[in-house]
């Protein structure tokens, strides 16, 4: 970082106002930076739909975490009953009441015109050409863009948090010239691109090791031929659960810099990171199993967890887990009812288990497999904390964008 802008921000955080700055509300920020209302860059619409029975409806939900609008299935008239719904306009900026305190926020396009909303799903023009509709969206899926909408959602956690609307409009948000602002998104764009680009390597690379793990653990290789040495058993033979309950985090407002993985079983897997000191889960490796889901992730270091919703799987001493984590993931068992499945139907599953030495000889190849991938999502991790040390920058001013 170049040695102007480490002294501007050492100025700043002792409270003094550089060239070109000025004292505002909200802190010291750029003298051409504006602090605004919400409700002055924004405004409530709303078109509703005179909802016909026999006609057909795709309602659209938002993602948490600032990962967009999905469509649910198509629902007559009939269906939606006296449910009060509108239709999705496009170019605004739409949350979800319920969830926007964990950033479940959207731009809508006008690929979602024709769609419908329920009034959990507010949508916002914009009203001055102060503001870009694209830095807006970024802005509220950023640490002090839900910094915002945490304030505005008042009460203890989930359903309970629903964002007050009125107290949204009202909050004060620091507002660069929009030329400033677009080049800003621009920037994030970028990062976001670099990011999407090493996701999709990840996944590449996961199909390609998948298909040769597949042949391994049923014996169709070379070097690894299913024979009566292997035996075929139930996965509840080789792990024990434990139930989460002690580890599950008490604050969701996770930051880079804590040291403790907040961890769920899917695809995100590292939902951020706590400072709580106290019900750390230690005893590794295991297997965290989502009890409704299945997903599942190998963990070998400590963690806490978010909710009660998985299982922890603990393998017993005869058997390899890598071994065992590996058979499960190929196996083909779909989910049915929303319900618990580990106990009632998982865990009954069967395998075929070979002698311990071949497992562990599979392990030590499959365990190759899981370093260059980690190796990938490390780097993923690094794109990602970058990316959140130059919103930060950017967004407080210290760093200009001309």
Not at 239 to 254: A, G, H, L
Request: aromatic content about 12%.
């Amino acid at each position: 970082m170049r040695e102007d802008i480490k002294e501007r921000i050492e100025l700043i955080k002792c409270g003094k106002v550089p060239k070109g700055y000025k004292k505002t509300k909200l802190g010291i920020i750029p003298e051409d930076w504006e602090v605004v209302r919400i409700q002055d860059i924004l405004e409530k619409i709303d078109n509703p739909v005179e909802v016909k029975a026999d006609e057909e409806y795709t309602q659209i939900g938002i993602r948490s975490h600032g990962k967009g609008i999905f469509y649910k299935e198509p629902v007559t008239g009939k269906e939606l009953g006296n449910k009060r719904v509108f239709w999705v306009e496009p170019d605004c900026f739409v949350v979800n009441i319920v969830f926007a305190w964990e950033r479940a926020v959207a731009r809508t396009r006008k690929s979602d015109k024709g769609k419908i909303a329920s009034h959990r799903f507010p949508m916002y023009k914009l009203k001055t050409n102060k503001a870009d509709l694209n830095f807006i969206c970024t802005f509220f899926k950023t640490q002090r863009g839900n910094e915002i909408m945490q304030f505005a959602s008042p009460g203890g956690a989930g359903r309970n948090r629903t964002l007050g609307q009125d107290r949204f409009l009202k909050s004060m948000i620091m507002l660069p010239p929009v030329d400033e602002q677009k080049k800003i998104d621009d920037i994030i764009a970028c990062c976001d691109s670099r990011i999407s680009l090493q996701e999709r390597k990840i996944v590449e690379k996961e199909k390609l090791y998948n298909k040769y793990i597949n042949k391994v653990v049923s014996g169709q290789t070379k070097y690894f031929r299913k024979d009566n040495t292997w035996k075929r058993m139930t996965l509840a033979d080789v792990f024990e659960y434990i139930q989460p309950s002690k580890y599950i985090v008490k604050n969701t407002e996770y930051n880079d810099d804590f040291k403790i993985p907040v961890l769920t079983a899917g695809k995100t897997f590292i939902l951020g990171y706590t400072n709580e000191t106290d019900g750390i889960y230690t005893d590794v490796p295991v297997v965290i199993f989502d009890d409704f889901t299945t997903d599942m992730q190998y963990v070998d270091f400590d963690f806490k967890v978010k909710s009660s919703a998985m299982k922890i799987l603990k393998i017993k001493k005869e058997y390899d887990i890598l071994f065992m984590f590996y058979t499960m993931r190929t196996l083909n068992y779909k989910v049915g009812a929303h319900e618990r499945q580990w106990i009632s139907k998982y865990s009954k599953l069967e395998i075929d288990v070979p002698p311990l030495y071949a497992q562990k000889q599979m392990a030590r190849i499959f365990d190759e497999f899981r370093k260059e991938l980690e190796l990938e999502r490390k780097l993923l991790l690094e794109y990602q904390k970058e990316k959140n040390a130059i919103i930060q920058l950017i967004l407080s001013g210290y760093i200009r964008i001309r």
